[in-house]
């Protein structure tokens, strides 16, 4: 049996730690600007009570959820009887309400470790940055406290819940949002930097050098979110597919674009004391559309299959949506003066225009992502007309775009500072471009006729070209130093981790590219129906139905079908399943799989007899799908290997 | 440079607006190919053993809603006003349906016990029903007019203002 008292008292924590926020903010600020660090020893001591209130009501929401208190509304609403241990803590964000609990411990968590770092590195920007996080925590203490309050209650209390959304009850699904909210509330530091910069009117480079990792983490964070995102929507939707552009997608991937824009045009700054305006601009827009994705997502303005109620939480987010940009441009305004660029762009054949250009491309894609997505919306109001913008949009506007950034990819490390020569563009490009093309031909011969397969390709030969000829003549260099060339490549990447960390990446981007032109090219798939030991073959595979089987799960019933594989030699036997959970109108599908480098066999259970004798089976050959994961792997340890602490600088 | 500063926030106010204007639209509002056609016609057995049918209710207002016992919350927040709708408009000619779909008996009956219902409830147990209206989640509510025709299809819970509006139009139609 459950304590009674235990929503009251997370209730009563959530309160506490609002207005301890709301105070920390004000004192802050009050402190700074009237020069007392007794009011800023005090909010710093209030950005840990908010930490620690936040984590207890975390804990008492779990609580909640293992000892079954159904008088909990968010706990009815998220988990049954029968939901199965792990997930009756996952469920913690499982819906809205947990998840924005979840989303303000990081943030409270993040602002501690600032604390932790800057309170004696950085006296100047520190109390502003303390003050705007502890802002950002309260706005979100607010949504707790009034429009989705995890802590209702629920009258008359429910024998039971109603259970968790069954699409949910996945291990991607454990990982996905903790990813995915590190990334977003990542992006509050260097955004909070920025605006500290912009208080003190100290906008030269210094916000940008001190939030540099920070940044890495956030959009490391946020696109490992973006990628498991894409697993789980693979393995568990069960249409063979990664990713739909549906409103919910582009929440998320919006602000990594406009991020992953923001991470290359500080460097530009650094180097060249350029574009002050354009980086502030940049981290205002990508913190304002982490705000915007959960306006969306939450608000209902746009449309997503299963959300009836939705309250006032909408309303809540567009108004500090509203506040965020409004406030941040309007300071943004008042130190124009001090934002004029420093360096000039010398020539069109350099670094500084190649980061400019690819600046430029993925602004473009976040603007088109953000237009498809409220287009909807946007023909509502203007000419009364209801209609969707769907995945042709999307592919038609940015696939070029893509493309162009996976050139510029290959061309902005590479090319000169200023004013490329001719030299360096022979030296550095020659052999990549050709190896490009030489790909490109060799695949038109083995019979690749996909012409926007073969330009993504031969792209990334290109881009792969140019890191190698880089790493190779970086490496070659040391070997005069060092004593082998193992010791010269790992001493190089250690002591230049950014550079190298940077390429990691980006080797990792065309891994994920290679997957998406791949499967999207070279998948097949077929549906039909077989009789009992009848098989059917798909590109090589012969998948014979072996028959049916059904079982009662703790809080859902299944039927499994066995099917037999092979591609010549036996490959063993698939069970995809359909399960029935009683508050869902639709089976939800249990997609089997076998995973493999060049591709997956994935089959999706459709009707059956329920005597066993036939059953419909979706068989599809994904081809290069894993590479998108592997690309993940990839991608973490270039990201690992950037925020390394610069040894060029301290020692 | 700086005369021109305040443009910067003031660009940001279209964007708000029109995510604004958002709250007054209705994504789930998607009209219904069945809105002014004539209503399917049904007979269905309620859970008190009585024949219900669509047919002979013609010249009547009629409220036709689509539920289950394990659609929740929505489908317990409107029950109440549904049962206050019905004791309302019940002498005024105004006719109402339950229709319980995907459900197993048993919590059905508990639930309708629950809220007290007395107007007729009936299963759905072949789905027919729900395939006719093209049902897409519960609740759906339908109002069809003294002609058969569907006017209106509610998705998500009815309210008592809601239900009043849409039955008071309909009441007023002479037909």
């Given at each position: ?6 929503p009251?008292l997370?209730?009563?924590a ?43 009501c975390?804990?008492?929401l779990v ?45 409270s ?6 604390v932790v ?6 006296p ?108 789980w929507s693979y ?20 602000p ?16 060249r004391?350029?574009l002050k ?13 982490t ?31 509203a506040?965020?940009?409004l406030?941040?441009f ?16 010398d020539?069109?054949l ?14 473009a ?17 203007v ?7 769907g ?5 038609l506007?940015?696939i ?28 550095n ?6 190896a490009?093309?030489v ?36 490496v070659?260099?040391?070997r ?6 193992m ?14 960390g ?53 809080n859902?019933?299944?039927?499994t ?12 036997v ?74 060029r600088?301290?020692? | 440079?700086?005369?021109?500063g ?33 209503a ?11 024949q ?20 929740f ?17 019940k ?24 809220f007290?219902?007395t ?12 395939v ?20 209106w ?9 809601i ?5 008071e ?5 002479r037909?």
């Amino acid at each position: 049996m459950s304590i009674g008292f235990v929503p009251e008292l997370g209730y009563a924590a959530t309160v506490a730690a609002l207005a301890l926020a709301l105070y920390g903010s004000v004192a802050a600020a009050v402190g700074a600007r009237t020069g007392r660090p007794a009011l800023i020893e005090s909010s710093q001591r209030a950005a840990f009570g908010v930490w620690v209130l936040v984590a207890c009501c975390m804990l008492l929401l779990v609580y909640a959820f293992l000892t079954f208190d159904f008088s909990v509304r968010y706990v009815a609403n998220t988990t049954n009887r029968g939901t199965p241990f792990y997930y009756r803590i996952t469920a913690l964000w499982g819906a809205l309400e947990g998840s924005i609990v979840l989303w303000t411990w990081m943030l409270s968590l993040y602002t501690v470790i600032v604390v932790v770092q800057y309170r004696r590195r950085q006296p100047e920007f520190y109390p502003w940055v303390l003050s705007v996080m502890l802002g950002i925590a309260a706005f979100f203490l607010l949504v707790m406290t009034i429009p989705a309050p995890p802590f209702e209650r629920l009258s008359p209390i429910p024998a039971d819940g109603r259970g968790l959304n069954p699409l949910l009850e996945d291990s991607g699904m454990i990982t996905h949002p903790v990813a995915l909210y590190l990334g977003f509330t990542g992006f509050t530091v260097p955004f909070a930097f920025a605006m500290a910069a912009l208080i003190i009117g100290r906008i030269s480079d210094e916000w940008i050098t001190i939030t540099r990792r920070w940044t890495i983490v956030a959009w490391y964070f946020l696109s490992l979110g973006l990628l498991i995102g894409g697993w789980w929507s693979y393995h568990v939707l069960g249409w063979g597919g990664y990713w739909a552009w549906d409103p919910v997608e582009n929440a998320a991937f919006m602000p990594w674009l406009t991020g992953t824009a923001f991470l290359h045009s500080v460097m530009i700054q650094e180097r060249r004391r350029m574009l002050k305006l354009w980086n502030l601009t940049l981290i205002i827009l990508t913190f304002a559309l982490t705000i915007f994705g959960t306006f969306l997502t939450r608000s209902g303005i746009i449309g997503s299959v299963h959300a009836f109620t939705q309250g006032s939480i909408g309303q809540f987010f567009l108004g500090f949506l509203a506040f965020v940009l409004l406030g941040s441009f309007s300071l943004l305004a008042w130190r124009l003066e001090r934002l004029k660029a420093q360096g000039e762009l010398d020539s069109v054949l350099s670094r500084e225009s190649a980061f400019l250009l690819n600046n430029v491309f993925l602004v473009a894609a976040a603007f088109t992502v953000f237009f498809g997505t409220v287009f909807p919306l946007l023909s509502e109001a203007v000419r009364g007309m209801k209609l969707s913008v769907g995945a042709p949009f999307f592919n038609l506007v940015n696939i070029p775009i893509f493309l162009a950034l996976l050139f510029l990819m290959g061309v902005g490390p590479a090319i000169a500072w200023r004013r490329a020569s001719a030299e360096n563009l022979k030296r550095n490009f020659l052999r990549p471009v050709l190896a490009g093309i030489v790909a490109a031909a060799i695949l038109r011969l083995v019979g690749v006729g996909n012409t926007l397969v073969l330009l993504c390709m031969a792209l990334v030969v290109f881009v792969t070209g140019t890191i190698v000829l880089d790493f190779y003549r970086a490496v070659r260099a040391r070997r005069r130093t060092a004593r082998g060339w193992m010791d010269a490549a790992g001493g190089l990447l250690l002591s230049q981790n950014r550079r190298y960390g940077g390429f990691i990446v980006h080797l990792g981007i065309l891994v994920v590219a290679l997957g998406v032109a791949g499967s999207q090219a070279w998948s097949v798939q077929t549906e039909t129906t077989l009789e009992k030991g009848q098989s059917v073959r798909v590109a090589g595979y012969s998948v014979r139905f072996d028959g049916l089987q059904a079982s009662e799960e703790s809080n859902h019933s299944k039927v499994t079908g066995a099917f037999t594989v092979s591609n010549g030699r036996p490959l063993g036997v698939l069970y995809p399943a359909k399960k029935f959970y009683p508050q869902e109108q639709t089976p939800i599908a249990g997609v089997d799989y076998r995973l493999g480098f060049v591709e997956d066999l994935y089959l999706v259970l459709g009707d059956f007899a329920r005597d066993g004798s036939h059953a419909t089976i979706k068989v599809q050959v994904n081809r290069m799908v894993s590479w998108l994961w592997i690309g993940g792997l990839v991608l973490t340890l270039g990201a690992a290997l950037a925020i390394l602490p610069d040894r060029r600088r301290s020692g | 440079m700086r005369r021109f500063g305040w443009v910067i926030p003031v660009a940001a106010l279209p964007v708000l607006l029109l995510l604004g204007y958002g709250f007054r639209t209705d994504p789930h509002h998607v009209p219904s190919p069945l809105i002014g056609k004539p209503a399917a016609a049904f007979t269905l057995k309620t859970f008190g053993g009585d024949q219900v049918s669509l047919e002979a209710l013609r010249g009547r207002v009629v409220v036709v809603n689509f539920w289950a016992s394990w659609c929740f919350p929505a489908c317990y927040e409107e029950a109440p006003a549904l049962e206050r709708a019905w004791e309302t408009y019940k002498d005024r000619g105004v006719m109402m349906i339950g229709i319980n779909i995907q459900d197993k008996e048993e919590p059905a009956r508990k639930f309708l016990a629950r809220f007290g219902h007395t107007f007729p409830n009936a299963p759905d147990p072949a789905g027919r029903v729900s395939v006719d209206y093209g049902v897409y989640g519960v609740p759906e509510t339908f109002f069809i007019d003294r002609a058969g025709r569907v006017r209106w299809k509610q998705v998500g819970a009815v309210t008592d203002e809601i239900f009043k509006r849409r039955v008071e139009t309909l009441l007023s139609e002479r037909g």
